[in-house]
């Protein structure tokens, strides 16, 4: 029982605060030294980033484990770095035939997104969107604090929308690697942490004794079936390409990288 109190109370809370940078700095370092963002979708980003900001703002009404809300300041600051990135070594949509920029293309999913959504050329509109959304978020905690029932209505709300868009985080990734038959460009290390993540905070959720509103389970489950499906796309088609005596060195190479950040680091 001592063992189940430890990880529930303090391992599970500090693998939390840390996922963000678990799970997403093998992908800022693959792209920075591939000087590619190819394969990669900016909309996850953008999902992690609006999610993110609304957790925050839900948390004065919630007051759900200040674990999250380290969390969520934690993982503004690293999808900042990885938009950033991304951005700045986008493979242009001549560089091969159209076909390297599909991740960024406005064609990617098949519809077009009013204004062009998320799809801009210049990167400085990136950036004025996410200043325009803290700055209308911000208002609205200010306008609305005041009034209790009110904006008792309103934190479950953000609470609620911001969960749901962060538990379709894979949802892009899942309909680019289909469109594309392939998970090229994007890092086996962030699927096995999603996954890894995805375990331990179930486990967490329902054991922890502190305050964990039922958004964040029902959400957390919904995500955690996404995950799976990454990983079952990422078998499949690295078996496809292995077969078909294409494209192996790319699929392998991430878990030889994983594999060697394992053992440097005293696990094996």
């Known amino acids: 029982m001592w063992l189940l109190s430890l990880l529930s109370g303090f391992i599970a809370p500090a693998f939390i605060i840390l996922s963000p940078v678990i799970s997403y700095s093998d992908q800022i370092k693959d792209m ?11 909309d996850i980003p953008l999902i992690m980033l609006v999610a993110s900001m609304l ?7 919630a007051k759900f484990d200040e674990s999250l809300l380290i969390q969520s300041f934690i993982m503004i600051a690293i999808q900042v770095l990885l938009l950033k990135i991304g951005l700045e070594y986008r493979p242009s949509p001549s560089s091969k035939g159209g076909e ?9 999913s098949g519809m077009h997104r009013p204004f062009n ?6 990167h400085k509109k990136y950036w004025q969107f996410l200043l325009y ?25 953000i609470g609620y929308i911001g969960l749901s868009i962060e538990a379709i985080l894979p949802v892009p990734q899942l309909i680019s690697n289909f469109q594309t038959k392939s998970t090229k460009g994007f890092r086996l290390s962030i699927i096995v942490s999603w996954i890894g993540g995805d375990i331990m905070k179930m486990f967490w959720f329902f054991t922890a004794t502190s305050e964990i509103p039922w958004a964040f389970k029902l959400c957390g489950i919904f995500q955690m079936c996404c995950d799976l499906g990454l990983g079952a796309q990422y078998l499949w088609y690295r078996n496809r390409h292995a077969n078909a005596g294409i494209g192996l060195k790319d699929h392998m190479s991430p878990a030889v990288d994983m594999l060697s950040a394992y053992r440097s680091n005293g696990y094996a």
Request: no cysteine; proline share 5%.
């Open 32 to 42: 920075y030294r591939r000087k590619s963002s190819d394969g990669f979708s900016l």
């Open 133 to 157: 959304l803290f700055i209308t978020l911000t208002a609205f905690e200010i306008v609305l604090s005041p009034m209790s029932g009110l904006y008792s209505f309103y934190s479950a709300a």
């Open 55 to 61: 957790r925050i703002f839900y948390y004065p009404g």
């Open 117 to 122: 959504f998320w799809k801009w050329k210049s």
């Open 100 to 108: 390297g920029a599909t991740p960024f293309s406005a064609g990617n």
